[in-house]
């Protein structure tokens, strides 16, 4: 279970690295804010964000 969940975790962490990749790539070459770099930015928070409410809820 606990090899399940660490999987899941690096699997998370990897897409996150992915967005943030594709967030930088987008800025730098279309600009910081192009509609494209704007969406991909508002993606990786909510994926970060996700991260941190599953956290918060996993403590409480």
């Known amino acids: ?3 399940d969940r660490n999987h899941t975790v690096q699997s998370i962490n990897l897409d996150i690295e992915k967005k943030r990749n594709e967030m930088v790539e987008a800025a730098t070459i279309l600009g ?3 509609p494209q770099t704007l969406r991909l930015s508002e993606e990786l928070d ?3 964000l996700s991260v941190i409410n599953k956290s918060i809820k996993k403590e409480v």
Do not use: G, R
């Open 32 to 34: 910081f804010s192009n």
């Open 1 to 3: 279970m606990e090899e």
């Open 46 to 48: 909510i994926a970060i």
